[in-house]
């Protein structure tokens, strides 16, 4: 055969193909693996314009792929506005965007990323935002997209006032004399961004080339965006037009409870034909079934177990779901559905149920995320239906947002069941891990050290249901081969003969390090289909 264009050698290479599960040497040519084995034989393939990199006996993995993420948006948000990440309480909030504001002369303020765990009702209005930004309307919106404030001048520029009604599935919060405080729930906080100044397709272009070099930094060669709609379609299919997309992208197009089961699949498919090949595709339509904890809007199959009570409703009808989803598989679409509350994930695997019981069994991988909290009767329901968890498991500690805020909405009993990623992988589950960036960090080291741990990165306090840790193999699985699955992305997940060139070299090895060592990785190279994007070594 001819010269490759890449050659690794003095590798530790864990492949994940059970044919070749480990070498010291790969070769690879137009993008995939060419030839595995031992350096010696690997070395002497090498040609005068072939690439050799000595990777020093560290560890080499294939590529990891977050697939729960929302790339164009946040990287937009934290590339380009205010990022309230580090806030821990009013006064940094203030202190931070009035530091924003002094050197952005923008129409508007925006912010990003506070804690919806740290920052509500009770420390969280216009009054805080308008002594950092007196002059202009500001907007600020949580990590997690559920949450929302307005400054006073914002609330009069989109023209809120007491007659403006609720959106569907949303809440302006108002305080007794029914004048809105600034805080948005849920859809208030899309009808809100929906009215103010939007940034340019530009501004999004240059916010997915940030955001794929963070990733690459990571280790991460394929994601998939999990909410797009026609501005998203219309920015990765110029970038990829453009060839600069070194990241593999697919997508899941967002589904709404206004939308009828023919507009649905319609739109789906015509946002399919407009990227039939190439780095970007979509193939999934996204559900939102309910909110979070932090706002009390987690739907659960029994009332919440404070001295508050109450619940909040899954954002379909069960006909409508079991329509679309009918519907939406008979097309050979993916269904990826938001559910942290019981009900909601109960409601997402009825929808399966009857879009099964319609068109029958096919590979399609549909994904439950987030699975926060899970009826244990529901366990076996992934495996019988082929539904995948997609989690998240950076959130499965006991940190005080768990403890001390989501633990006394469930109760002793409800408590047990708290992202059961064990007894889902038990039940014989696939799980995809992911991050949900920009509500997390992008680096999947410090996910896969919790998912381990059940603990924060680095340890500190104890395992919060340490029954539901999963093993490192089962971890850095959910980043390859089930993430692969999960993304419909064919010929990557490993390295094995005729695969994808999609790897990373690591500073450690990460399946015999402490286990509080593991977040602490360092990715020194990332290559996708052999191309290395990514380089510190």
């Known amino acids: 055969m001819s010269a490759p264009d890449l050659v690794l050698i003095e590798g530790d290479i864990r492949t994940l193909d059970p044919f070749h599960p480990r070498a010291t040497a790969m070769a690879v040519a137009g993008g995939r693996v060419v030839a595995l084995g031992e350096d010696a ?16 006996g560290r560890l080499v993995l294939p590529g990891f792929q ?114 809105a405080t600034g805080l948005l729930y849920e859809t208030a906080v899309t009808w809100a961004e929906a009215r103010m100044p939007q940034p340019t397709d530009e501004d999004f272009m240059a916010g997915v080339l940030w955001a794929q070099d963070l990733a690459h930094r990571h280790g991460i060669t394929g994601v998939l965006d999990a909410r797009v709609e026609e501005r998203h379609v219309r920015v990765y299919r110029r970038l990829a037009g453009e060839g ?56 659960m199959l029994a009332p919440y177990a404070d001295a508050q009570g109450g619940n909040a409703p899954v954002m379909f ?50 994904q439950i995320a987030h699975l926060q909290s899970v009826d244990p009767g529901d366990i076996p329901r992934f495996a019988a239906l082929g539904a995948m968890g997609n989690v998240q498991p950076l959130w499965a500690q006991g940190e005080p947002s768990v403890t001390e805020m989501t633990l006394p909405l469930l109760g ?36 896969i050290e919790t998912a381990v741990t059940r603990r924060p990165p680095g340890g500190g306090i104890p395992a919060f249901l340490p029954e539901e840790c999963i093993g490192r193999a089962e971890a850095v699985a959910g980043y390859t081969l089930n993430a692969a699955a999960a993304a419909w992305r064919p010929g990557t997940g490993t390295l094995g003969l005729r695969q994808a060139a999609d790897f990373i070299v690591l500073d450690r090895d990460i399946f015999a390090v402490p286990e509080a060592a593991i977040g602490d990785t360092r990715v020194l190279l990332t290559a996708v289909g052999g191309r290395v994007v990514h380089d510190l070594m």
């Open 41 to 56: 034989a690997i070395r002497s393939l090498a040609g005068p314009r072939t690439r050799v990199i000595a990777a020093g």
């Open 66 to 179: 977050d697939t729960h993420i929302h790339l164009q948006d946040s990287g937009q948000d934290y590339s380009q506005n205010a990022d309230l990440t580090a806030a821990e309480n009013p006064e940094d909030m203030v202190a931070m965007l009035a530091a924003f504001a002094g050197t952005h002369r923008r129409p508007w303020v925006n912010g990003t990323g506070w804690s919806s765990a740290t920052f509500g009702a009770g420390n969280l209005d216009r009054h805080l935002l308008d002594r950092a930004v007196p002059d202009r309307p500001c907007l600020i919106v949580a990590s997690d997209g559920h949450n929302g404030c307005l400054n006073s001048r914002a609330i009069a520029a989109l023209g809120l006032d007491g007659a403006t009604p609720d959106p569907l599935n949303g809440h302006f919060v108002r305080d007794a004399a029914g004048v």
């Open 244 to 299: 600069r997309l070194t990241l593999r992208i697919a997508a899941t197009a967002l589904v709404t409870p206004g939308d009828s089961v023919e507009g649905a699949v319609a739109r789906l498919t015509g946002f399919r034909a407009a990227a039939p090949e190439g780095p970007f595709k979509v193939h999934s339509a996204k559900f939102f079934f309910d909110g979070v904890f932090e706002n009390r809007t987690a739907a």
């Open 317 to 366: 009808e069960a006909d409508h779901i079991a329509a679309l989803f009918t519907a939406l598989d008979a097309a050979r679409f993916q269904i990826h559905v938001h559910a942290i509350g019981d009900a909601a994930t109960r409601a997402a695997l009825d929808g399966l149920e009857a879009a099964r019981a319609v068109n029958g069994a096919w590979p399609a991988w549909h």
């Open 412 to 447: 002793p009993s409800r408590s047990r069941w708290v992202y059961p990623f064990r007894a889902l992988l038990d039940a014989g589950a696939r799980l995809a891990l992911s991050s949900d960036w920009g509500v997390s960090t992008l680096n999947p080291f410090p996910i």
